[in-house]
């Protein structure tokens, strides 16, 4: 308890990244004072990472202490090393984690169930779909990232046209929906890169 109190941490995280939130969230309950370290503003801490722990992953943290330093990867190890060290407990059950892990989770039970329930698959699909509208909320309110909130208008859109598809209000020329989905995700994630690519220069 005492070392750690003593210890020096740094989060090595990025804005956009979902397991960062959670260590983040985790700090901030636990009023931990930190330095972050943002590996898209300052690539030179990605390849720090790259070279002390093989790969560039994020969330880790950085503990430093009389016993030398440490790198801590995995956010829940983090979360729960972060708890047990500040308060002497388990980290809390419930988190915006386990709800966000939740919808993940009905996500993927819904497309499976549609794999096998032919006569269901286009309501499966759209409730899929749906599904990610709520998840990719629950991501931008924790990230603060405006990309998580249009990738949730895309799904939006996506489970909309899916359900007009099967009430049989439109037809979708499927491949080329699928096209235009996957296009529009693209173009988001590269005009994210794109912002803080220059962010980065404008912070120099
Ligand atoms: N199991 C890991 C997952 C970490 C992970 O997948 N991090 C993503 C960002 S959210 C990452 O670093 N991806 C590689 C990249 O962004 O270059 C954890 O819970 O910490």
Redesign the pocket.
Known sequence: MLRAVTAKLALYH?DA????ARVREALTQLEVEVEMRDVLEEPSWRRELAKVRGR????VLRIEDEEGVRWM????DIVRWLWRTYRDREPPRFSLTTVHRGLTLAMWALFATGFFWFELRSWLFASALAMGVPRSLLSAYRTRSPLHAMVAALFAFGSTAVMLQAADVVVIPWWWAVYAFVGALLVLMLAWRIRRARASRARG
């Not at 990244?17 to 960062?20: A, L, S």
């Not at 560039?56 to 969330?59: E, F, N, S, Y």
């Not at 990867?73 to 829940?76: C, F, K, M, V």
């Open positions: 990025y990244c979902g397991y960062c560039g992953t994020v969330p990867g995995e956010s829940d």
